[in-house]
């Protein structure tokens, strides 16, 4: 066929349209086992650092492997869910999955995020077989997206050890500042709750000085990014309240103080 024959011209863009396509899925098919992965290894890169374990010469699956237990939590209940794979869990999917989420009414979604799995996973660390850190997913609004993240918290469940967040889309310099480390650090240390056990934890405009009796219980919130600094404070509220994780830490806590007494119990023979 002439080369200038217009058929011939469409036949060859059709041709090579029809290779680079079945190349390009070729590609996405043949890495997409290498991206889950690289997913999941970040994922346990962020949950080892709000967990506080520093960074050896072994790789992070191995540091993770060492030190942290997933188990799976029902969010209603409170109580462990048996699984053999609990950490190839993925709340996402289930997000998207009938029967395994619920949905929320308005007066309980102050994150704005419509619905909840049904099971959540919770990462507990441990260090010479006792507990130090509760580590807990978090997501809710931001100004322009969907704040995805963990919520570390000491073994008594109250005070803060860490947060971090590995996915959003916050405008960079104002929103997008909920990464930055300096302004994660302001969390260390900070109180949840109330004397009554309420979420009490506030990001405020006002600094607050450090001999305030608030000071426990206030963070600067981001300089120019109001609605991102109040879409963090109503996720960690929705988290740490009722229909989040408190009916497991309440249940936790106890078995904890249980196990305690009784350990002092044995050693002093009483």
Not at 94 to 103: C, D, E, I, Q, R
Not at 250 to 269: L, P, W
Request: with cysteine; proline share 4%.
């Amino acid at each position: 066929m002439s080369n200038t024959k217009f058929t011939k011209t469409i036949i060859t863009a059709l041709l090579l349209s029809l290779a680079c396509g079945v190349f390009v899925s070729f590609t996405a098919i043949y890495l997409r086992p290498l991206q889950e992965k690289n997913k999941h290894t970040e994922l346990q890169r962020n949950i080892l650092e709000v967990a506080g374990l520093p960074a050896t010469n072994e790789s992070i699956e191995a540091i993770f492997n060492k030190y942290i237990t997933v188990r799976l939590v029902d969010i209603k209940t409170g109580e462990f869910v048996p699984s053999k794979n609990a950490a190839q869990y993925d709340f996402r999917k289930a997000l998207s999955t009938p029967g395994k989420y619920f949905k929320l009414t308005k007066k309980q979604d102050i994150a704005l995020i419509h619905q909840i799995p049904n099971v959540m996973p919770i990462y507990i660390i441990k260090k010479d077989n006792e507990i130090t850190r509760l580590i807990f997913p978090i997501f809710g609004k931001g100004l322009w997206s969907t704040l995805y993240g963990f919520l570390a918290l000491d073994k008594s469940g109250q005070t803060i050890e860490g947060i971090t967040f590995y996915e959003h889309g916050e405008t960079p310099g104002l929103g997008g500042e909920i990464t930055n480390p300096r302004w994660k650090n302001l969390w260390h240390k900070k109180q949840l709750f109330n004397e009554q056990g309420e979420p009490i934890l506030t990001l405020s405009k006002i600094h607050v000085s450090a001999d305030s009796p608030q000071a426990k219980y206030t963070i600067d919130s981001l300089s120019g990014a109001t609605m991102t600094s109040r879409g963090v404070e109503h996720l960690v509220h929705f988290w740490m309240g009722e229909n989040g994780y408190i009916p497991f830490l309440k249940k936790f806590i106890h078995q904890q103080t249980n196990a305690t007494q009784a350990a002092a119990t044995n050693e002093t023979g009483e």
